[in-house]
């Protein structure tokens, strides 16, 4: 059987323990399904790429897709130009990386998600000249609630506030970085879901909880252990794969009062090592048949 080659594109300003064994996962899964993947990091990709030349991709070695491992949009559109197939594409990616754009593509579909204001945007440097515009928000939203930074990983720019004096303070600290202001869902205090998606299959999910923080990233303290979803947390996770077209995703859900989910947010390229630990699941090597089995038959 002939070796497919393929590009595992990676962010070359990166240097972590935690991001070196994913991808050394997913070379070791690739490898063993027959699919030689190359680490090609977006610093040393995107100089050899000249946009209006024709011909730029001379001299290297074609793949036959790229798994993108990387939150580069641009690089991500221009492979796609360039005709080079991604996992996931580009659109996925950015409606995933912001999460003021995922609500909005969301938005009317019925899935259920938290009440939602997005903060209006500034151009000054230290934030907003005025706060007028918060006593809709308190009004809308009430005490507690949560401000999310619409760019961040592992729970580390999400905020509970819980008064005027806390909000305010919080903006500060943002100053001009968008961000949005969500409701509070009290019933899923320190605890929530990680659906691991490939496709429309789930093919690991885990219960992450923390008694001592309303989040429940283990980044920041919590605990985990495996987790069977419901019909209706899985008919929400399909919902999200389906309509921002991903082909992988860790999908987080929140417990609503009646117990019923809530979307929490969508990760296009979730870190997988917790979720092997708790499941023993592997999801790199889910992910690399996925795309393998998807070139194959040109899906």
């Known amino acids: ?23 050394a996962w997913l070379r070791k899964a690739a490898k063993e399904q027959g699919c030689e993947l190359e680490i090609k990091p977006n610093d040393k990709l995107l100089p050899q790429l000249v946009m209006g030349d024709a011909d730029c991709l001379r001299g290297q070695r074609i793949p036959q897709f790229a798994l ?4 580069d949009i641009r690089l991500a559109r221009l492979l796609e130009k360039l005709g080079i197939r991604l996992f996931n594409c580009a659109d996925s990616i950015e409606m995933c990386d912001d999460k003021a754009r995922t609500y909005l593509e969301l938005l009317g579909s019925g899935i259920r998600m938290p009440r939602t204001v997005i903060a209006p945007k500034t151009f000054r440097l ?20 949560v401000v999310k930074e619409c ?32 409701e509070y ?19 690991a999910a885990m219960y992450r909880f923390n008694p001592r923080d309303f989040r429940a990233n283990i980044t920041n303290g919590g605990s985990m ?36 989910p ?27 048949r996925y795309c393998l089995e998807a070139c194959k038959n040109k899906r």
Not at 1 to 13: C, D, H, R, S
Not at 68 to 71: E, L, N, P, Y
Not at 227 to 247: G, K, T
Request: glycine share 8%; with cysteine; charged share 20%.
């Open 68 to 71: 993108f491992w990387d939150k």
């Open 262 to 288: 809530v979307l929490c947010e969508v990760n296009s390229n979730a870190h997988f090592v917790n979720i092997f630990q708790c499941t023993g699941v592997n999801a790199a090597e889910e992910i690399v």
């Open 225 to 260: 252990k495996a987790y069977e979803p419901d019909e209706a947390q899985l008919c929400m996770a399909r919902q999200v794969m389906e309509a921002l077209r991903l082909d992988f995703a860790g999908v987080d859900i929140l417990f609503g009062e009646g117990g019923e």
């Open 185 to 203: 869902v009290a019933a899923s205090k320190g605890r929530d879901i990680r659906i691991q998606m490939v496709g429309q299959r789930a093919a």
């Open 1 to 23: 059987m002939e070796t497919v080659y393929a590009w595992l594109v990676v962010n070359g300003f990166i240097d972590s323990d935690k991001f070196r064994q994913i991808f």
């Open 126 to 145: 230290e934030g907003y000249p005025n706060l007028d515009f918060l006593q809709q928000v308190e009004q809308k939203l009430g005490y507690p609630m």
């Open 151 to 182: 760019y961040g990983s592992f729970g580390q720019q999400v905020f509970l506030v819980h008064d005027g004096a806390e909000l305010t303070e919080c903006l500060r600290g943002i100053k001009n970085r968008p961000f949005l202001f969500q």
